[in-house]
T-cell receptor
């Protein structure tokens, strides 16, 4: 059973450096989401894709953040010029519109921890 | 802004007892609700979901109840086990939107 896969699981970077996270969704899931979670808080929505189209972006996604899903399969989330406030867990999730239950269950990966020092 | 909240940040129960975790939501336009379990250092794990046209849904050892009149959601876990220890989040999805709004979570601790 292949779930949502994220890489790397942990990243420590110096302030000002760029980092990139990769997400591989569940096979054949056409929707892919990025969320951010800080300690003691629930995940916060960042952006989502349907196939290769990025359909919504949160205000949390500043200009330093960019997400892509070029072929409608895996996705990358890049953070440029990292700041200490970017330290968080970045969660990827996926779902499909193809199942009968129209609420389309959203499944999360294990997350990528970012620490900016 | 409107958001999902939880009544209690922590809950301790005896092993074998039933647990009830509560959640209040404020957005009447939300039509889909999910409960997630999150263990330390891991991503949220789907437990059970419910749509707004239902008031109860059962899974294996878990039941979700939805009271739209008072905008309340609860998760009942039967015969709580040590492996149930985790933080539990409820999340709501606004009708027509594709993003979940999470509450802060309730930490469930199982006492032996």
């Amino acid at each position: 059973d292949t779930g949502v896969s994220q890489d790397p699981r942990h990243k420590i970077t110096k302030r000002g450096q760029n980092v990139t996270f990769r997400c591989d969704p569940i096979s054949e899931h056409n929707r892919l989401y990025w969320y951010r979670q800080t300690l003691g808080q629930g995940p916060e929505f960042l952006t989502y894709f349907q196939n290769e189209a990025q359909l919504e972006k949160s205000r949390l996604l500043s200009d330093r953040f960019s997400a892509e899903r070029p072929k409608g399969s895996f996705s990358t989330l890049e953070i440029q010029r990292t700041e200490q406030g970017d330290s968080a867990m970045y969660l990827c999730a996926s779902s499909t519109t193809r199942q009968g239950f129209s609420g389309n269950t959203i499944y999360f990966g294990e997350g990528s921890w970012l620490t900016v020092v | 802004g409107e958001s999902v909240g939880l009544h209690l940040p922590t809950l301790s129960v005896q092993e074998g007892d039933n647990s009830i975790i509560n959640c209040a939501y404020s957005n009447s336009a939300s039509d889909y609700f999910i409960w997630y379990k999150q263990e330390s250092g891991k991503g949220p794990q789907f437990i059970i979901d419910i749509r707004s046209n239902m008031d109860k849904r059962q899974g294996q050892r878990v039941t979700v109840l939805l009271n739209k009149t008072v905008k309340h959601l609860s998760l009942q876990i039967a015969a709580t086990q040590p492996g149930d220890s985790a933080v539990y989040f409820c999340a709501e999805n606004l009708q027509g939107a594709q993003k979940l709004v999470f509450g802060q979570g309730t930490r469930l601790t199982i006492n032996p």
